[in-house]
T-cell receptor, first 114, second 114 residues
Framework: AQTVTQSQPEMSVQEAETVTLSCTYD???????LFWYKQPPSRQMILVIR??????QNATENRFSVNFQKAAKSFSLKISDSQLGDTAMYFC???????????FGTGTRLQVTL | DVKVTQSSRYLVKRTGEKVFLECVQD?????MFWYRQDPGLGLRLIYF???????EKGDIPEGYSVSREKKERFSLILESASTNQTSMYLC?????????????FGPGTRLTVL
């Protein structure tokens, strides 16, 4: 069975600073996808960024980037130039080829402060 | 844009009642999912459906059933609601081979069972 671990239940960062959210996973699959989802307060969950395991290059989406360490099974999310709108729960998730199911971590609540 | 809607944002029911949570998506997705979200536990998959009338148990199916009579609609049924089913319920959908299997989420239904 797959597992996804987020060891930081809560984090805080000042506006314009950089913050890194940690995620580790365990899978026996050779090909898989990894995701970071964001759930703003009282709003819908949305995809932030995704990474295919067979791609060496780390994914980047504007201020969001990942540090994918395949051997260590680590998939951290870096948010640069943090904004108040980044305040949210962030979930790391993994997916394998079967049936489109995702396994989620327990989430990290990020608070961006002035 | 993909739109996933859920019938209620907030719902209060009594122990023993039969509860229906409805989810509708407008993007002709084959896959639909029901998750339960609890603090400190992340998202846990209850059931998913990969086609009309097809369903598969997720990680925590006990106490729940589902129905998918039409492609766009996926219902979660609590046969006899109990207080330990008080939670946030999220519906999601995706196309099996689309966009790295990104799942699109509804706004959630916060269910309270008294």
């Amino acid at each position: 069975a797959q597992t996804v671990t987020q060891s930081q239940p809560e984090m805080s960062v000042q506006e314009a600073e950089t913050v890194t959210l940690s995620c580790t996973y365990d899978t026996s699959e050779s090909n898989y996808y990894l995701f970071w989802y964001k759930q703003p307060p009282s709003r819908q969950m949305i995809l932030v960024i995704r990474q295919e395991a067979y791609k060496q290059q780390n994914a980047t989406e504007n201020r969001f980037s990942v540090n994918f360490q395949k051997a260590a099974k680590s998939f951290s999310l870096k948010i640069s130039d943090s904004q108040l709108g980044d305040t949210a729960m962030y979930f790391c998730a993994s997916h394998t080829g079967t049936a489109s199911k995702l396994t989620f971590g327990t989430g990290t609540r990020l608070q961006v402060t002035l | 844009d993909v739109k996933v809607t859920q019938s209620s944002r907030y719902l209060v029911k009594r122990t023993g009642e039969k509860v229906f949570l409805e989810c509708v998506q407008d993007m002709d997705h084959e896959n639909m999912f029901w998750y339960r979200q609890d603090p400190g536990l992340g998202l846990r998959l209850i059931y998913f459906s990969y086609d009309v009338k097809m369903k598969e148990k997720g990680d925590i199916p006990e106490g729940y059933s589902v129905s998918r009579e039409k492609k766009e609609r996926f219902s979660l049924i609590l046969e006899s609601a109990s207080t330990n089913q008080t939670s946030m319920y999220l519906c999601a959908s995706n196309h099996p081979s689309g966009a790295y299997n990104e799942q699109f989420f509804g706004p959630g239904t916060r269910l309270t069972v008294l």
